[in-house]
């Protein structure tokens, strides 16, 4: 589910920042730079060639800001793919009143200088990127019908039906606990994100602890970021990196 790489398009006016950034990057396999640009208008140009998968956007820009650019973008009805925002302490307020009007595209608000938390920040990030690439997968309660887990725990192999999954969780030491709608709790010795690639498309991280089976979803509250499943009373928190991929959930 995640072979394919990430394909960013920086935007950063400060040419140094951005090719420390670049280069952060590029180390990674599974990250690939479509583009870059220091000024709205090249941006704006740039993400309309290239398509890229996620942005990433400086907040004070060559010509303007990265708000007017993703108003832009919106005005235009170009699809604003998960976006990063990066800012210095004194523009934090207006980076949060960007995350405020685009809170469906704005995925995090990392503040310069972000190296000492870099890796963990960025993970993240990139979990939140294959979430919404799940979201936007179509599957249809048919097709959750025929598919079957068999999961080993301990000296016990469980068949699980996957239409029978409420959600996965994470268990700590590299597990993910598999909770069903059968009252069992299976814990399996692989990392959330390792057995996501392992599951239909229906099954949907919305936050770093969790994933959940869309089609259990009984509501979802978007004031407080939680989603609530049918037949189980525990609220499942959305968290923010997560909530755009929800949200394409619910449009697909």
Known sequence: MNSRKINFYVVEDEEPARKELISALEEDEMIAVAGEAGSIEDAWKGILKTAPDALFLDIELQGGT????LQRMRDESIEIPPVIIITG??????????????RDCVLKILTKPYWDAWEENFQECKDAIYAYRRASIKSGVGDAESDVVYLREGSMTHRIPVEH?????????????????DGRNVT?????????QEMPAYIIRVHRNNAINKHKISHINHDDHVI???GNKRAIGIGDVYYQGVLRMLKG
């Open 188 to 196: 399996v010795q692989k990392t959330l994100a390792v057995f996501l």
């Open 228 to 230: 609530y499943l049918i």
């Open 89 to 102: 302490h004194l523009k934090f307020e207006l980076a949060q009143q960007a995350l405020n009007k685009f």
């Open 66 to 69: 990265a708000y007017q650019l």
């Open 165 to 181: 999954v409420d959600y996965l969780e994470v268990g700590g030491g590299g597990r993910t606990i598999i909770v069903t709608d």
